[in-house]
């Protein structure tokens, strides 16, 4: 497994060249870029497929590698919207990511399916999402770039078994799951997720979850919440999973690439990459 970091670890003011050079510094070996709004740094809805070659030959010079693409926006946008405007919206930002995504050689992009909400019921959420992904996947299969669906607290998909029968439903090579560990502690045990899910996981994001506290507030860094990361790294092994394993923290107040450094090092740990002390 490979070391990764995402751009969101880094203060949203921190400079691409920066992004770079603080994650190959700190000893990681992927970075995941996010697609913002236009405006800001990065890649954008509006960044070319030229300016999109130039970012995968900065990364390259950096001697990273870049292998996924996230994006907030699904939030402010989701597939499942019952307002079509908001959910065409929504499927040009998944198609502008597979189309980034293809030109920075990019194998998977990660896409929230939908949002539950008092105006988006469950079942409404899960029949719009499905026939949203739907109309996407031909493109994503033209294209060659995978769709990973991420567990997030949007409400759905609460269970490894719905997510597994949620992806087999799309009858397609080209739909997997990006599993972020820290968001299943909750309500469930990411162990039992990767096992359960197996070989449709196609990334996956880290951080750890402190169950005294429950909510947003209880996501922390590596090692200081109650995320089972032996079990974790264990049941990624048995799978077969070799990707990155990408962190997905918030960043520091101050000091911003000390983030960078202090989580390759807790990676060295789970990993078992650490001359001292392995898992």
């Known amino acids: ?44 809805l509006e960044t070319s497929h030229a300016e999109a070659k130039q970012i995968k030959q900065a990364i390259a010079a950096h001697g990273l590698e870049t292998d996924s693409l996230s994006t907030a926006l699904l ?9 079509s405007a908001i959910q065409e919206e929504g499927k040009r930002i998944v198609r502008k990511m597979l189309e980034l995504a293809s030109a920075i050689e990019a194998s998977t992009i990660l896409v929230v399916p ?27 299969e033209e294209l060659g770039v995978a769709i990973g669906i991420e567990n997030v607290w949007n409400r759905f998909l609460l269970s490894p078994l719905e997510m597994k029968t ?3 439903s799309l009858q397609s090579e080209h739909a997997g799951a990006y599993f972020d560990v820290g968001n299943v502690l909750p309500f469930g045990y990411p162990e039992q997720w990767i096992r359960i899910l197996g070989k449709r996981i196609l990334k996956v994001h880290v951080k750890d979850f402190k169950e005294t506290i429950g909510n947003m507030n209880g996501f922390t860094n590596l090692l200081a919440g109650d995320v089972d990361f032996k079990r974790v790294i264990a049941e990624l092994k048995a799978i077969g999973y070799d990707g990155e394993v990408t962190a997905e923290l918030t960043p520091y107040k101050e000091h911003p690439f000390a983030l960078a450094y202090d989580t390759a090092r807790q990676l060295d740990v789970l990993l078992g990459r650490d001359s001292l002390v392995s898992l």
Do not use: H
Request: overall charge negative.
């Open 1 to 44: 497994m490979k070391k990764g970091i995402n751009q969101w670890c880094y203060p949203p003011e921190t400079t691409l060249e920066n992004v770079l050079k603080w994650t190959k510094a700190a000893g990681f070996e992927a970075i995941e870029l996010n697609v913002s709004q236009p405006g800001a740094i990065g890649l954008t």
């Open 75 to 83: 939030w402010e946008f989701p597939l499942s919207s019952a307002d």
């Open 114 to 140: 939908g949002v539950v909400t008092k105006e988006t019921p469950y079942d409404v959420c899960y029949q719009n999402s499905i026939a949203a992904l739907r109309t996407l996947l031909p493109y994503a």
């Open 166 to 168: 949620f992806i087999d």
